[in-house]
Each structure stands twice: as structure tokens, then as C-alpha cells.
């Protein structure tokens, strides 16, 4: 099957270079914008009583994939769907951030950790009644070598 997807708006970051990008929007505190495009505008209702969101988006300066890779935290190879590797068979990342503001059709972020100018897919809110898991296991990432 194939599925063609629509940016809703971007992503305005400072970063323009891959390898100057935090690696996991946990790790940063960088403000951000998430500017969503008008006609999409009346979807952001209610969004200002959020205090996180998910952002979902395209890895638009990924090309390629491999099954086997090395994350940015380990040097043992992994499988791509074990890793938040960008380089995937759809290029789709997301990333938990606080949401600080709303102005009009534009969102003001902490945690950004995309490209400049990356296109927006969906937002969707995050509910700790419902993303919040116990007894979670993280495999390598619980096992590696601290880097």
C-alpha cells in the first residue's frame, strides 16, 4: 500500500545542519515555532489548555534507509524499528514538546529538536492517562555503553 501525506504547516528551528540537532527533544530546551497553515488554523482549537503536544513530521533531508544501524547513542548495530534512527523506510519522526504559546495559527515550542523548516504531518496532544507507561523496557538502550 501507498499513502500520500499533506504538510499541515513547518517546523521553525535554529538548527540548519543535521549534526548540530539535539538527538531527542527530551534532551533539548530550545524554543521553536510550529506554524500550522491557515486552512488548517480551526483544527489548533483548544490546543492553548495543553501543556504538551506531540509534533509528528517528515525527515524531509533524509535519503535512504538501512535495516541495521548504528544509533547516535551506541556503537553496536541495531535494527532500524529497535532505534529513532532518522533514516527510516517512511521518514516519519515526532518529538514530545512543551507548548509555551499560541499565537494565531503559530505555536511557540521548547524542546525542538528538528531542522529548520521541517513540514508538519499532525499534532496531537499529549494525555498522561494515555501515553504514560510503567514497567517499560528499553533493550540496548538500557544495556549500552554510556557514550
Request: net charge negative; aromatic share 12%.
Amino acid at each position: 500500500m501507498e499513502f500520500t501525506f499533506k504538510s499541515i504547516g513547518l517546523i521553525h528551528s535554529p538548527f540548519t545542519e543535521k549534526d548540530k540537532t539535539p538527538i531527542q527533544a527530551s534532551r533539548s530546551q530550545v524554543v521553536g515555532r510550529v506554524e500550522v497553515y491557515p486552512e488548517f488554523a480551526d483544527g489548533l482549537k483548544d490546543i492553548d489548555a495543553l501543556s504538551h503536544i506531540y509534533v509528528f513530521y517528515v525527515f524531509h533531508e533524509s535519503q535512504g534507509y538501512k535495516l541495521q544501524v548504528k544509533p547516535f547513542l551506541d556503537d553496536t548495530e541495531h535494527g532500524i524499528f529497535a532505534t529513532r534512527y532518522p533514516y527510516r523506510p517512511n521518514p516519519i519522526g515526532f518529538s514530545i514538546v512543551k507548548l509555551l504559546s499560541r499565537e494565531g495559527s503559530t505555536l511557540t515550542v521548547e524542546g525542538i529538536d528538528m531542522l529548520d523548516g521541517t513540514p508538519l504531518l499532525d499534532i496531537k496532544p499529549y494525555v498522561p492517562d494515555f501515553d504514560l507507561r510503567t514497567g517499560v523496557r528499553a533493550g540496548w538502550y538500557e544495556t549500552r555503553s554510556k557514550k
